[in-house]
């Protein structure tokens, strides 16, 4: 069955880097496009940035500013969020998510449309 897998979350003080994982398994990596969401406490879940593993295009929404980066390697079936000058408003429980017709639902920033999910992870920035 369709798995996705997050990891690489944790605490960081404001400023510090994370590098995220979304392992993929149970479906034909190349044919789908995945994408990063988030959602802190009494937030709407929001997108963070896709990647469309046909063609290799990325996204971002304007919540990273430049400060993330999504990435694939297709090998190893995995999709990377690297996350750099982090501060407080970025803490949030953060999803990876495929389907095969994502980027509208992360343009839309309608990510429950998304067929795939992963358990999530929490990522807490403080000092």
């Known amino acids: 069955q369709v798995q996705l897998v997050e990891s690489g979350g944790g605490w960081v003080q404001p400023g510090g880097s994370l590098r995220l994982s979304c392992g993929a398994s149970?479906?034909?990596?190349?044919?789908?496009?995945i994408g990063w969401f988030r959602q802190a406490p009494g937030k709407e879940r929001e997108s963070i940035s896709c990647?469309?593993?046909?063609?290799?295009?990325?996204d971002y929404s304007d919540i990273p500013q430049g400060r993330f980066t999504i990435s694939a390697n297709s090998a190893k079936n995995a999709v990377y969020l690297e996350m750099n000058n982090l501060k407080p408003e970025d803490s949030a429980v953060y999803y990876c998510?495929?389907?095969?017709?994502?980027?509208?639902?992360?343009?839309?920033?309608?990510?429950?449309?998304?067929?795939?999910w992963g358990q999530g992870v929490q990522v807490t920035v403080s000092s």
């Open positions: 998510a495929a389907d095969d017709f994502l980027h509208p639902f992360f343009v839309e920033n309608k990510p429950e449309k998304c067929d795939y």
């Open positions: 149970g479906f034909t990596f190349d044919n789908y496009a």
């Open positions: 990647i469309n593993l046909v063609d290799g295009t990325t």
